[in-house]
């Protein structure tokens, strides 16, 4: 059973930094792509970030690009979402999530995911 646990989120202020994990167990981390999501009330939950199964790829929402980086530690069986210079429009909960198929590189709609975890809240104030 594939389990997925985010941590990090939080309150910071507009300008400032958050660093998210995702701990993923039940399987051989390495050979399967991660991403992050996000939902804000009242919208719909979007891409923010992907990586492949390797870290030789990323992707990034355009909303974010230049602002947040993601990375993974295959030791670790981490992701990592590192959110700089943030602002309100940033607030949402963020979910992490993995694909059941190995070698996964179409990481942008939500529905390539089979695995979520159950999300952090970030809110950013103004």
């Known amino acids: 059973q594939v389990q997925l646990a985010e941590s990090g989120g939080g309150l910071v202020q507009a300008g400032g930094s958050l660093r998210l994990s995702c701990a993923a167990s039940g399987r051989a981390f390495s050979l399967y792509s991660m991403g992050w999501f996000r939902q804000a009330p009242g919208k719909e939950r979007e891409f923010v970030a992907a990586?492949?199964?390797?870290?030789?790829?990323?992707y990034y929402a355009e909303s974010v690009k230049g602002r947040f980086t993601i990375s993974r530690d295959n030791a670790k069986s981490t992701v990592y979402l590192q959110m700089n210079s943030l602002n309100p429009e940033d607030t949402a909960v963020y979910y992490c999530a993995t694909t059941s198929r190995m070698y996964s590189t179409d990481l942008v709609r939500s529905t390539e995911y089979d695995y979520w975890g159950q999300g952090t809240q970030v809110t950013v104030s103004s």
């Open positions: 990586i492949t199964w390797s870290g030789g790829s990323t």
